[in-house]
């Protein structure tokens, strides 16, 4: 699985993005999606996670009710809506493919590059 993720950019707090990770090669719809940040000088920090359906999602404390972790499987794609998005969650995002809904990074097989989200005060 090859993962393209897209979408970053400079927001102003309180704003909105949507992050893309399109998704081409092995069976994309077997896999378990996830989304991973690291910030500068600290370590990479699971976001969310999806499961092959789209039935069962799992987020972390810091984004719970801000981010919705969404799948298209007819598109190969799974987006990461972020609202109400604050300085901290200023970030280098990655979204990685694996075959269990975890957020250990260390499980998943296969990453993106990551997408740069800018959030200024």
């Known amino acids: 699985v090859q993962l393209q993720a897209s979408g970053g950019g400079l927001v102003l707090a309180g704003g909105s993005l949507r992050l893309s990770c399109a998704a081409s090669g092995r069976t994309f719809s077997g896999q378990a999606m996830g989304w991973f940040r690291q910030a500068p000088g600290k370590e990479r920090e699971f976001v969310a996670v999806?499961?092959?359906?789209?039935?069962?999602?799992v987020y972390a404390d810091s984004v719970k009710g801000r981010f919705t972790i969404i799948r298209d499987n007819a598109k190969t794609t799974v987006y990461l809506q972020m609202n109400s998005l604050k300085p901290e969650d200023t970030a280098l995002y990655y979204c990685a493919a694996g075959r269990r809904v975890t957020g250990h990074g260390s499980l998943y097989d296969y990453w993106g590059q990551g997408t740069q989200v800018t959030v200024s005060s």
């Open positions: 999806i499961n092959w359906s789209g039935g069962s999602t």
